[in-house]
């Protein structure tokens, strides 16, 4: 079973630029979270995602937003780039939007802002 | 708001010595605690969870008690191996609409040397 794919692994912008990350969940996966790791501020929650609605949001500015598709795929864009956005972002998916379903992350987009 | 704290690394240790991360949280309610592992350039794989007070997650050698009495969660192994060697962070989930939502620590550096 293939795990949780995630699109480009890397990724190089400059500021003002807008980007856009792609995360294929774990087939039969209904349920998608997104965080970004940064040395600095560690790991931090950006959105959750279930059956094409968005259940959680964290604590970013609204530059951030995502989407879920049908087939549970979901995508996270940024707008306006800012130096500060360098980070690893990391994508995770389960079974469904439940304590038990354990969150299976990809391995990451490491996203580089100039 | 929630908040997950654990011991600042590197710890560095010889094979076969014995490992413990302490984790410590504050949370409204009752939480579920879990260990993640990164390994380099990988994403987050789980190691461990624990749902209740006095659940005892275990993995691959690895132990932690949930503690509610002194809000912790320690990672324990007995012998370790260079393979042990990664980034560990101690997360937890909240309220109950909010189980794809992780909260995370800092992260633990562990290097295990021959």
């Known amino acids: 079973k293939a795990g949780v794919t995630q699109t480009p692994r890397y990724l190089i912008k400059t500021r003002g630029q807008q980007v856009t990350l792609s995360c294929s969940p774990i087939s039969g996966h209904r349920s998608v979270s997104w965080y970004q790791q940064t040395p600095g501020q560690g790991l931090q929650f950006l959105f959750e995602?279930?059956?094409?609605?968005?259940?959680n949001k964290g604590n970013f500015p609204g530059r951030f937003s995502g989407r879920q598709f049908s087939n549970s795929r979901s995508e996270m864009n940024v707008s306006t780039l800012e130096l500060g956005d360098s980070a690893l972002y990391l994508c995770?998916?389960?079974?469904?939007?439940?304590?038990?379903?354990?969150?299976?992350f990809g391995p990451g987009t490491r996203l580089t802002v100039l | 708001g929630n908040s997950v704290t654990q011991m600042e690394g590197p710890v560095t240790l010889s094979e076969e010595a014995f490992l413990t991360i302490n984790c410590t949280y504050t949370a409204t309610g009752y939480p579920s605690l879990f260990w993640y592992v990164q390994y380099p350039g990988e994403g987050l794989q789980l190691l461990l969870k624990?749902?209740?007070?006095?659940d005892k997650g275990s993995n691959k050698g690895f132990e932690a008690t949930y503690r509610k009495e002194t809000t912790s969660f320690h990672l324990e192994k007995g012998s370790v191996q260079v393979s042990d060697s990664a980034v560990y962070f101690c997360?937890?989930?909240?309220?109950?609409?909010?189980?794809?939502?992780?909260?995370f620590g800092a992260g633990t550096q562990v290097v295990v040397t021959p």
């Open positions: 624990a749902t209740k007070a006095d």
């Open positions: 997360a937890l989930s909240g309220e109950t609409d909010s189980w794809g939502k992780l909260q």
């Open positions: 995602y279930f059956s094409e609605t968005q259940r």
């Open positions: 995770a998916s389960s079974l469904a939007a439940g304590l038990l379903n354990e969150q299976f």
